[in-house]
């Protein structure tokens, strides 16, 4: 089992920058693809990013990429998205997720584990 936490969040203007953390707990984050999810208010969670448990591939959403990036650090036992070039359509409770049984996907039932997710605001 793994409890992820993420960081990292706040307010910025359009055009700006944040990065986001996702610190995981017990030994074994490196047998866990990881990804980032975002859920905007009214609106369905959707995928955003992934990573393999090695960090070696990643896949973005067509709506971030270019503008995101995912790493991983495994022997910190963290997960981080870069973002770039805000957009203001990019305001969203940004989630980070684990999944025990792939090496990554962009379904949200895929992943096992959750965090409780991070607030972005990006103004116009």
Known sequence: QVQLRESGGGLVQAGGSLRLSCAASGRTFSSYAMGWFRQAPGKEREFAARISRGGGTTYYADSVKGRFTISRDNAK?????QMNSLKPEDTAVYYCAASATTDG???VYAY?????????????
């Open 105 to 107: 996907s962009t379904l």
């Open 112 to 124: 096992d584990y959750w965090g409780q997710g991070t607030q972005v605001t990006v103004s116009s």
């Open 77 to 81: 036992n963290t997960m981080y998205l």
